[in-house]
């Protein structure tokens, strides 16, 4: 754990905030999830997402730990402006569009790129896929995404798989749940028990 | 380190059987999802096919009423939002044109006149009063009159016929031959006005005679038609670069060891280069119009758009396919060439950035692995295995046999019953067809059909690099031999003016030189020759050679310190019996201790000897001693000599000359000062007392 990781905490103790960075691949549904996230008062009236240029950030609260969600683009020139990101953040949510077969080799490189990277490798941040939009046709299932990805090689990571629909908003609530369990267990010892 | 991911393509049940230029990579449904078209001829019973992939999965399939010639996609508006893409598939002498996968649009070739004379003839040939041996003749003669290349196809089948075989062809069939049809070879498109990838684009078709017809993209009538060259020549492969009302180039590879080139408002194309042997495939290279072939005799060239040779290179197999692959964020285009030993190499220029090797189809093979065989029945469930002949054979031999097929990675197919390996079989694959572009949303894909019918997918990685250091591949065989020419820069005029100057003065500079030589000489030897006579040398020689000794003065004056500093520099041997002389005027310098004996000098060790030297003043003392540094007048006063003594040894073995600084003077006590300067005083002998 870094000396931001740690001053954050000690600092944050009050807000208990934690930043989790939201990637994946061009139109895997990053936007559209964080929309769905969002408390329902907040919600923006459904609409054609556009693409996400550079990146935005997003509030929300779940479990008792209030996210600050980077929602930073997925499009192949900005995947490179990813790793900026790495160093504050508590935790990943990786989106892979499971109706995308040809892309999931694509999806397992970046995310074997994002693991392997020094502001990563062996920190303890939990990492949450979401295998998005599976209620499309020929949608694979969320272990047959798994093992393409190759999760069950991550060692230095808890992480956890499941299946969504951004636009429905099925499916999500269970992933950020996970989520704020681990990041209430790691991070904030002292803020709710 | 490969630079390719390999997507896995469930081939149980593809098998295509294509050319080149039926792929075509669009976004059919305007989504933003390009998908692959591919016009498949189909194999056995299965006609041929418009196949349609979403990525790696089959979405669609049409059954075409021809074999496909050709499938090209492109615009015919710019409305917003923007239309579906028409697609245009060529079949021998029409193209079909669909929009959504449904016909809407067939034209036909314009059909070429029949000659008057022909005509006249088949007429006289179809009347029955005709049909006998002696009245065929004459006919038969003047059609053989007529140009071979004009006669339509029903004249030249009859000029071949026996006289016989031609009364009973004419009593069989009496019918004056139908219109003839030119044959379409390959199609294209051209953008009209913008290079927009969504801008409209007109059609661009090339007959089997030579002609290229470019049709207009709303109502698909003529545009323009003109002649690929003047002599006959045949096409098979066009490639089109430029706007059509701007300025454009066509350029076409022909079955007779030629490329053509046809431009904007020429109603003839000409020659633009003829290769050794037959053409596989050509591309152009956008940037600079400079054309990629390679051929038959295993060459890969590279041509500038005015048809000069520019390099070529002789590839180790026969190549097979071609396809240009633009990596823009690089900034680069390669050229992709399949070979038949089953690589794929990536060249930038003439050098090889990268290779691929498109294993013995084990994707495919790989994905019928687990297919099992039904060996009661003798048969398999997939159909189009290699190795069905096989096993059928040792099935029937063992009714009730199940084997199980395991496709290595090596290419190699095992058969396994149960444990026991029952035979091998290496299934060598090569690449058929290969095509780069945009499929999905991922913009790199190099998509390659093999020979054996499967497909395969790769996706360029995002990091991947193809500079000439990162490429990894072994340099070009012709830099190793040392083929590749010296850099040797021009001869500029000022090299050419001393050449001539040296050429016509030689006898003087030769003169010169050696004057100068000489006095160099005279020069060391005089320094040697003074060295030896002072006997001044701080480094020993001889046995002696690791000896140094160094003097450091320190003070004001006129009492100096001299630090002495002896260094024995030898690695393994000690000194022993060593002393120091000081070598003084006793006039002028007094020494507190003029004979130090040195201790035992350990190899590399190194000893200091401060001693202090006090300068004499008498009475009648020169003021320039005080200014020797002003002056520079100090002579031989203001020198002190060390010697450095060894035990039994008549000579030094090292002498040190130092040069005293002179004494500050107002470090001199007032009456000696007096005294100097010449006011008469007493002698006080106070200041000989000081230590």
Redo the contacts between chains.
């Keep these: 754990m870094g000396l931001l990781d740690k001053l954050s905490v000690w600092l944050g103790r009050g807000r208990a905030e934690v930043t989790v960075l939201v990637l994946g691949l061009d139109n895997s549904g990053k936007s559209t999830l964080l929309q769905a996230l969002r408390p329902p008062d907040a919600r923006a009236p459904p609409q054609h997402a556009a693409p996400t240029v550079g990146q935005t950030q997003e509030h929300f609260t779940s479990g008792g730990v209030a996210f600050s969600a980077w929602d930073v683009s997925g499009a192949p020139r900005h995947r490179a402006l990813w790793e900026r990101h790495y160093r504050r953040a508590h935790a990943v949510i990786f989106v892979v569009d499971s109706a995308d077969h040809l892309r999931l080799v694509v999806a397992r490189e970046e995310l074997e790129l994002l693991l392997a990277h020094p502001d990563m490798f062996g920190r303890r941040v939990p990492l949450l896929v979401f295998a998005n939009k599976h209620d499309a046709p020929h949608a694979l299932a969320p272990m047959q995404v798994a093992a393409a990805l190759g999760l069950e090689r991550i060692t230095d990571k808890p992480w956890h798989i499941c299946a969504s629909c951004a636009l429905s908003g099925a499916g999500l609530a269970d992933g950020v749940a996970w989520l704020a369990r681990q990041l209430r267990d790691a991070h904030l010892p002292h803020a709710h028990t | 380190m490969t630079r390719w991911?390999?997507?896995?393509v469930g081939t149980d049940d593809i098998d295509l059987n294509t050319l080149p230029q039926n792929l075509a990579l669009l976004d059919l449904h305007n989504d933003n999802e390009f998908k692959l078209l591919i016009g498949d001829f189909g194999r056995g019973e299965d006609g041929p096919k418009l196949k349609v992939f979403k990525?790696?999965?089959q979405i669609s399939d049409t059954v075409l009423p021809d074999l496909p010639l050709g499938v090209v996609g492109f615009y015919i508006s710019e409305t917003v939002p923007r239309s579906v893409p028409i697609i245009a598939v060529a079949y021998s002498s029409c193209v079909f044109m669909y929009r959504n996968l449904k016909l809407f649009y067939k034209y036909y070739l314009p059909s070429i006149e029949l000659s008057m004379c022909e005509m006249e003839v088949w007429k006289q040939l179809t009347n029955p009063i005709n049909h006998n041996i002696d009245a065929i003749k004459p006919l038969i003669d003047s059609l053989k009159a007529i140009p071979h290349e004009t006669l339509t196809p029903q004249s030249q089948d009859i000029l071949t016929l026996t006289p016989e075989q031609r009364l009973e062809y004419l009593e069989n069939n009496a019918e004056l031959p139908s219109r003839n049809n030119a044959e379409i070879v390959c199609i294209n498109t051209l953008k009209m006005h913008s290079i927009d990838k969504y801008s409209v684009s007109c059609v661009v078709i090339a007959t089997e005679d030579g002609d290229v017809i470019l049709l207009e993209p709303q109502t698909f009538s003529q545009l323009c038609q003109a002649k690929i060259c003047g002599v006959k020549k045949t096409p098979f492969q066009m490639i089109t670069t430029g706007l059509y009302s701007v300025d454009y180039r066509i350029t076409i590879a022909t079955r007779e060891k030629s490329v053509c080139i046809l431009k904007r408002d020429w109603p003839e194309g000409r020659i633009l280069f003829n290769t050794d042997d037959h053409i596989i495939a050509i591309e152009v290279i956008t940037a600079d119009s400079s054309v990629m072939v390679i051929c038959a005799d295993h060459s890969m060239a590279c041509y500038s758009k005015k048809g000069k040779k520019q390099w070529c290179l002789t590839l180790e197999h026969r190549p097979v396919a071609m396809t240009l692959v633009p990596v823009l964020?690089l900034g680069v285009t390669l050229t992709g060439v399949a070979l038949a030993s089953g690589h794929v190499h990536l060249y930038d220029g003439k050098a090889r950035r990268d290779t691929v090797f498109v294993r013995g189809g084990c994707v495919g093979v790989g994905a019928r692995a687990s297919v099992r065989w039904q060996g009661a029945e003798g048969h398999c469930v997939c159909e189009r295995c290699l190795t069905v002949e096989h096993h059928d054979a040792s099935a029937s031999g063992s009714p009730g046999v199940t084997l199980t097929g395991v496709a290595l990675a090596s290419g190699h197919v095992h058969l396994y019953d149960g444990k026991a390996r029952r035979d091998t079989v290496f299934v060598r694959d090569v690449v058929s067809v290969m095509k780069f572009g945009q499929?999905?949303?991922?913009?790199h894909?190099l998509i390659i059909i093999t020979g054996g019918g499967n497909l395969m997918?790769k996706?360029l990685?995002?990091?991947a690099d193809f500079s000439a250091h990162a490429a990894g591949v072994e340099m070009a065989p012709s830099a190793l031999t040392g083929q590749k020419p010296w850099l040797i820069p021009k001869k500029s005029k000022l090299f050419l003016e001393q050449s001539v100057r040296e050429r016509e003065n030689a006898t003087l500079m030769h003169k010169t030189f050696q004057h100068e030589l000489n006095r160099l000489r005279l020069l060391a030897a005089t320094t040697l020759l003074e060295a030896h006579k002072k006997s001044d040398n701080s480094v020993g020689i001889g046995p002696m050679e690791s000896m140094r000794l160094t003097a450091e003065v320190e003070g004001l004056g006129p009492v100096f310190r001299v630090t002495l500093m002896i260094e024995n520099n030898s690695k393994d041997k000690a000194v022993i019996g060593l002393s120091i002389l000081f070598h003084v005027h006793t006039v002028n310098y007094k020494v507190s201790n003029p004979y130090i004996k040195v201790p035992l000098l350990s190899p590399g060790g190194k000893l200091k000897f401060p001693t202090k030297i006090e300068e004499v003043f008498d009475d009648n003392i020169s003021p320039d001693v005080l200014f020797r540094p002003v002056t520079g007048q100090g002579g031989e006063r203001s020198l002190i000599k060390v010697l450095l003594l060894k035990e039994g040894k008549k000579t030094p073995v090292l002498a040190a000359t130092v040069q005293m600084p002179p004494t500050d003077p107002m470090m001199l006590p007032f009456d000696k000062m007096q005294a100097i300067a010449g006011i008469e005083e007493k002698e006080d002998s106070n200041w000989t007392n000081k230590t």
């Excluded at chain 2, 991911?5 to 896995?8: A, I, N, R």
């Excluded at chain 2, 499929?439 to 913009?443: H, K, N, S, T, V």
């Design positions: 991911l390999d997507v896995e990525g790696a999965m964020h499929l999905g949303q991922e913009e894909v997918l996706i990685k995002r990091t």
